[in-house]
């Protein structure tokens, strides 16, 4: 699905074109294939990523296979003579995320993390009106996903969390991102909540039962003070808002409401319930795709910086760090403990 998403996003930059595919399930490959056909033309099909790479088809890469497989795909890919864009999550381990990103320092290539959600319209505005000031001095950051379950992916891979890395580190890494961001610090201690009450309880494959947590709270503690929330629920269709961010500072506060696309910003100077609100447009969005137009911008800003010969705004260690505390937070779940973060990272 996200390949095909990606396909789509590149067919809408000028300049660019889908040169060859590589995945290892035919139906899949041919679907890839379909939707990268342009005029006639149709891109190189390879059953295995590097044939891919030895090809010389290709000037860029992004890697959109399921999360387990990452290592191994985006280490070849780091030994190639190409730029990267990698799919979140990282990798499902840290010391896989140390891996990579040890690997990464040796290329001269541009190689970027696909943490699309920094792109999302009402999230950009929102960390635009942080940085102008609006709510002062940052103290709290609240992020909540209320949605629908897991979709079904290939061989049903995401149902397991040795697969996945866990929900808080495949579904919830573009958060904790996010909440290193606007924290503008690194996170100290990782407490959380959840577990796996509702989605997948009544499925099979080759006899087990999926393990992946449908929901959660967690709390995170950063080195400034500043603190954060995440609460996650995964059958909760029925929401206005899939994504809300609240951002509270002892100026004021400002929301982005995703899916509607709507900032909110209000100051304590103006009283209890003066608070402006805006619909968020961005005008240079080609393709709204499954994300609000977020992995276009994504995919443009990675090709100005190919063009540019400039360096990644995403990186493998914001990848890293975001894995980590997704790692933090499932294991505090699991143990029934606040998770220290040097714990998780060890020396890094």
């Known amino acids: 699905m996200m390949g095909v998403e990606h396909i789509e996003n590149i067919l809408h930059l000028d300049g660019a074109v889908v040169t060859a595919i590589a995945d290892t399930d035919e139906t899949r490959r041919i679907i890839g294939v379909k939707a990268a056909s342009v005029n006639g033309s149709s891109p190189l099909a390879f059953e295995h990523h590097v044939d891919l790479l030895n090809s010389g088809a290709v000037d860029a890469v992004v890697i959109a ?9 985006l280490g070849d890919a780091l030994e190639a003579d190409v730029h990267v864009l990698v799919e979140k999550p990282l990798c499902t381990t840290v010391a896989d995320c140390q891996r990579v990103v040890a690997a ?4 001269s290539r541009v190689v970027w993390m696909g943490l699309e959600y920094r792109y999302m319209p009402p999230t950009m505005a929102l960390l635009r009106s942080l940085s102008e000031g609006a709510v002062g001095s940052v103290k709290m950051v609240a992020i909540r996903e209320h949605r629908f379950p897991f979709l079904v992916k290939v061989k049903n891979w995401n149902r397991f969390n040795r697969n996945t890395g866990g929900t808080l580190v495949e579904k919830c890494c573009h958060f904790f991102d996010l909440m290193r961001l606007v924290a503008d610090a690194e996170p100290v201690r990782i407490i959380a909540s959840g577990g796996q009450d509702v989605n997948h309880l009544d499925e099979q494959y080759d006899g ?9 709270f967690v709390i995170v503690e950063f080195a400034n003070g500043v603190r954060g929330m995440l609460d996650l629920c995964m059958f909760a269709e029925a929401s206005k808002n ?11 506060k400002v929301e982005a409401l995703v899916t509607e696309s709507i900032l909110r ?9 003066v608070v402006r609100e805006e619909q968020i447009h961005v005008d240079e969005v080609r393709y709204v795709g499954l994300h609000h137009g977020a992995s276009y911008l994504e995919h443009r800003d990675f090709l100005h910086t190919i063009r540019e010969g400039g360096t990644a705004a995403v990186t493998l260690e914001d990848g890293l760090r975001s894995v980590a505390m997704g790692v933090a937070a499932q294991r505090s779940i699991e143990e029934g403990r606040a998770v220290a973060m040097s714990e998780v990272l060890g020396g890094v």
């Open 265 to 273: 910003v209000g100051r304590r100077a103006d009283g209890r319930h």
């Open 242 to 252: 899939e994504q809300e961010i609240s951002v509270i500072g002892d100026l004021g």
């Open 104 to 107: 990464q320092r040796s290329t």
């Open 208 to 216: 087990e039962t999926p393990d992946i947590f449908d929901n959660a």
């Open 65 to 73: 296979t399921p999360n387990m497989t990452h290592v191994d795909v």
